[in-house]
């Protein structure tokens, strides 16, 4: 059974790090594209970043430069660094697989959500 855990959401002022883990059962990460979304109240979801089965990692703009995706193999885990985190980052942070590999069909399995809250 596919299972995706998130962890690691919270409240932090802005400026602050946090670091979301999705715990991942039933397919290795490194089959799968693996991605982080958010949606904030009233808003549409938001592709984060992306990272594809070869290990090639991809970016929203808004985040370039502060954020970092990883995965570690041996956890079957996928994180989320997030840095220089700022008010608008405040959303539900979601974690999501594609099973072709290279992102380019629509995410397929998702995880419940952390919360991240980022005060001014």
């Known amino acids: 059974q596919v299972r995706l855990v998130e962890s690691g959401g919270g409240s932090v002022q802005a400026g602050g790090s946090l670091r979301l883990s999705c715990a991942v059962s039933?397919?290795?990460?490194?089959?799968?594209?693996m991605g982080w979304f958010r949606q904030a109240p009233g808003k549409g979801r938001e592709g984060v970043a992306r990272?594809?089965?070869?290990?090639?990692?991809i970016y929203a703009d808004s985040v370039k430069g502060r954020f970092t995706i990883s995965r570690d193999n041996a956890k079957n885990t996928l994180y989320l660094q997030m840095n220089s985190l700022k008010p608008e980052d405040t959303a539900m942070y979601y974690c999501?697989?594609?099973?072709?590999?290279?992102?380019?069909?629509?995410?397929?399995?998702w995880g419940q959500g952390t919360q991240v809250t980022v005060s001014s």
């Open positions: 999501a697989a594609e099973s072709s590999g290279y992102c380019y069909r629509p995410f397929g399995d």
């Open positions: 990272m594809q089965k070869d290990g090639i990692a």
């Open positions: 039933g397919y290795t990460v490194t089959s799968y594209c």
